[in-house]
């Protein structure tokens, strides 16, 4: 049992490049979520999926796009990097979207030249 | 805006002694609470939540929740070295709202 899992761990990006943050959970979890982390700001949720098949916009979504594939998927994309979005990248999830315990993944480093 | 607010330290504690991190938050409607803590370079992991009013035990570790002064806190008894890290205050609204609102968390050190 692997719980939460990202990829890559870390990123080295020049401006403008995509790419794609993968994160898969093996706990049968209806919801997950991606946060971003910086100095002195906290966690700050991207975007997040509070069932498969629905994804909405948290508190910081401008420039990411998301994806639920399946139950157990969800990856987050940056179409054209920005050096703004160099930062620490967590995916979490939980049963349910509501009051419960989310877990979190070990997080991706992304640096954006 | 929903705001969740920590004293972001360091703060400094004997080994041994008892540890106390504080946290405010602004929604009044806020019904699940959650204390994560973090290591440097490392995920954050869940050590306690709370739902209710009044004091919740696990091991070493007391979370106390008071809804009408909208203040959660956590107490670390018989603090060691491997509790110096970062907490993590996080808060839930419920009710079809967007995930957790995260504190900037509270730096504890353990001095031996």
């Known amino acids: 049992n692997a719980g939460v899992t990202q990829t890559p761990k870390f990123q080295v990006l020049k401006t403008g490049q995509s790419m794609t943050l993968q994160c898969a959970q093996d706990?049968?979890?209806?919801?997950m979520y991606w946060y971003r982390q910086d100095p002195g700001m906290g966690l700050r949720l991207i975007y997040y999926?509070?069932?498969?098949?629905?994804?909405d916009k948290g508190e910081v979504p401008n420039g990411y796009n998301v994806s639920r594939l399946n139950k157990r998927e969800f990856s987050l994309r940056l179409e054209s990097a920005a050096p703004s979005q160099t930062s620490v990248y967590f995916c979490?999830?939980?049963?349910?979207?509501?009051?419960?315990?989310?877990?979190f993944g070990p997080g991706t480093r992304l640096t954006v030249l | 805006q929903k705001e969740v607010e920590q004293n972001s330290g360091p703060l400094s504690v004997p080994e041994g002694a008892i540890a106390s991190l504080n946290c405010t938050y602004s929604?009044?409607?806020?019904?699940?609470f959650f204390w994560y803590r973090q290591y440097s370079g490392k995920s954050p992991e869940l050590i306690m939540f709370i739902y209710s009013n009044g004091d919740k035990e696990d091991g070493r570790f007391t979370a106390q929740l008071n809804k009408a002064s909208q203040y959660v806190s956590l107490l670390i008894r018989d603090s060691q070295p491997s509790d110096s890290a970062t907490y993590l205050c996080?808060?839930?609204?419920?009710?079809?709202?967007?995930?957790?609102?995260f504190g900037k968390g509270t730096h504890l050190i353990i001095q031996p």
């Open positions: 706990m049968n979890h209806n919801s």
């Open positions: 996080a808060v839930h609204s419920g009710g079809g709202a967007d995930g957790l609102t």
């Open positions: 929604d009044r409607g806020s019904q699940s």
């Open positions: 999926s509070a069932s498969e098949g629905t994804t």
């Open positions: 979490a999830s939980s049963e349910w979207h509501n009051t419960d315990t989310q877990y």
